[in-house]
């Protein structure tokens, strides 16, 4: 949904626990998701994506669960690592349109 | 190479100013994008491109022109701009319309004074 606050929603972890990342997407008709990885003063860089006949897919250390049934995507990263600390975007696409991006969420590693 | 290079990196322009912005990528993408980003927030579409032609224009106001000189080369000219269009620009591209994943260049933060 929108976030229409001042902060994003922050997500504090310490270093080598696992993360996981929630978004709530809109359309139920999106066939395509994708996760970016935003960090400071640069652009969102592309991490895993998933199709919508799928519920689940693996990259290195992260791993995407897609719940179609409540329009829930989750971003699972493993062992997590100080240089995760970014805000995460999802985005979700529906086929012949535009992605839109989810309001994002901050992932702070603590050493 | 999965570059997209945006030029400059900081922009400083006065609200009569005209100044351009420049987006170049080498992976033969078909499809190149322009986004703003505020603080805080998620990017939002302003433009899309699709082999050079302009699919998507996303209500922008005309003080934003976009252009695409070529299938490398998204431009976006910026002419009597406000202060609240201070903002991170970002620009995108992905291999067409079709394949969605997009990779962003580092985009140009743009304050208008």
């Known amino acids: 949904g929108e976030s229409v606050g001042l902060h994003l929603p922050t997500l504090s972890v310490q270093e080598g626990d696992n993360s996981i990342i929630n978004c709530a997407y809109s359309?139920?008709?999106?066939?395509?998701f994708i996760w970016y990885k935003q960090e400071s003063g640069k652009g969102p860089q592309f991490i895993i994506d998933i199709r919508s006949n799928m519920d689940k897919r693996q990259g290195q250390r992260v791993t995407v669960l897609l719940n179609k049934t409540v329009k829930h995507l989750s971003l699972q990263i493993a062992a997590t690592q100080p240089g995760d600390s970014a805000v995460y975007f999802c985005?979700?696409?529906?086929?012949?349109?535009?992605?839109?991006f989810g309001p994002g969420t901050r992932l702070s590693v603590l050493p | 190479d999965t570059e997209v290079t945006q030029t400059p990196k900081h922009l400083v322009m006065g609200m009569t100013n005209k100044k351009s912005l420049k987006c170049e990528q080498h992976?033969?993408?078909?499809?190149m994008y322009w986004y703003k980003q505020k603080a805080k927030k998620p990017p939002e579409l302003m433009f899309v491109?699709?082999?050079?032609?302009?699919?998507i224009n996303e209500s922008v106001p005309s003080r934003f022109s976009p252009e695409c000189p070529n299938s490398s080369l998204l431009n976006l000219h910026l002419h009597a701009l406000q202060p609240e269009d201070s903002a991170l620009y970002l620009c995108a591209s992905s291999q067409d319309l079709v394949e969605r994943v997009a990779f962003f260049g580092q985009g140009t933060r743009l304050t208008v004074v």
């Open positions: 992976m033969g993408h078909r499809a």
């Open positions: 359309n139920s008709a999106s066939d395509y």
């Open positions: 985005a979700e696409i529906y086929y012949g349109q535009n992605f839109v």
């Open positions: 491109y699709s082999y050079e032609k302009l699919s």
